[in-house]
């Protein structure tokens, strides 16, 4: 996890209250939500993701794949495109929703780079891993994807930005077992106001679903991310989440997913 937090990070630095303050003192800071899968595959690489890379000691020249959720800037700064042209032209895919891809595409200044438009529903191959992509409850200007990612090691979901699962999840999902699941809970015990958000209620519930459908089992590790200072202080959030059966992790954390050993079901 290269990094956790909301848009705004947690603490939001503009926060005077205790949720914030007392973080700030301790340094611990989420910034937001970004993910390296092998150092090969970057997803969703908003504008902190290439320094979070730099500050756990980690390359991304050998990034070969990103996937971007949504246009939202916390997701895509689509700068990286021309950053990473001043020094390479290895070839790069970038996968997302149409709106992703329009964002990306002036970024470009030659190079070696594929862009591959998904929607809901539809797969694509990205070497070693088979990505399906999943609707999002989520208001994003355009479509909005979650994705389910099945590695040569380890299936993955990738499950941000989303308020409750959107119709046809569970089918999408049938036959899949995920070894991790990265799922936001971004409101705490505050009332999303959109709906576009998890917060502890709908969280609990979303990942209790997962279970009904046989997506998540015992040894599924559930992770909660894109957190935010809307959440309880980080020692009684690890507590609720525990309760759960999930858990948080710091900015930086590596996590190492595998034994499931299932595969994207048609």
């Not at 973080?23 to 899968?37: F, H, P």
Request: overall charge negative.
């Amino acid at each position: 996890m290269l990094g956790t937090g909301s848009s705004d990070g947690w603490p939001n630095p503009w926060c005077a209250k205790p949720c914030c303050t007392s973080l700030v003192e301790a340094g611990l800071v989420r910034s937001q939500t970004s993910a390296l899968i092998d150092r090969v595959l970057l997803v969703d690489p908003g504008a902190e993701a290439p320094r979070q890379a730099m500050r756990s000691n980690i390359s991304l020249a050998g990034v070969r794949y990103v996937l971007v959720s949504h246009v939202h800037p916390d997701h895509l700064d689509p700068a990286f495109l021309l950053y990473r042209s001043w020094v390479t032209t290895e070839p790069l895919t970038v996968v997302g929703p149409k709106p992703v891809i329009d964002a990306c595409r002036p970024w470009v200044r030659g190079g070696n780079v594929t862009f591959v438009t998904i929607t809901a529903g539809r797969d694509v191959v990205l070497g070693p891993y088979r990505v399906r992509a999943l609707p999002a409850n989520h208001d994003a200007h355009g479509e909005a994807c979650l994705y389910a990612i099945a590695g040569p090691d380890a299936t993955v979901l990738w499950g941000t930005d989303t308020g409750p699962w959107a119709p046809g999840v569970q089918r999408m999902l049938a036959g899949t077992t995920f070894d991790l699941v990265l799922l936001e809970e971004t409101f705490g015990d505050t009332a999303e106001p959109t709906g576009g958000h998890l917060n502890l209620q709908t969280f609990t519930a979303a990942v209790g679903q997962l279970r009904e459908w046989g997506s998540a089992t015992q040894s599924t590790d559930i992770v909660a991310i894109h957190l935010s200072h809307h959440n309880p202080p980080p020692e009684q959030l690890y507590l609720r989440l525990r309760d759960v059966g999930a858990r948080a992790v710091p900015d930086g954390t590596p996590i190492i997913a595998g034994g499931v050993r299932s595969t994207l079901t048609l």
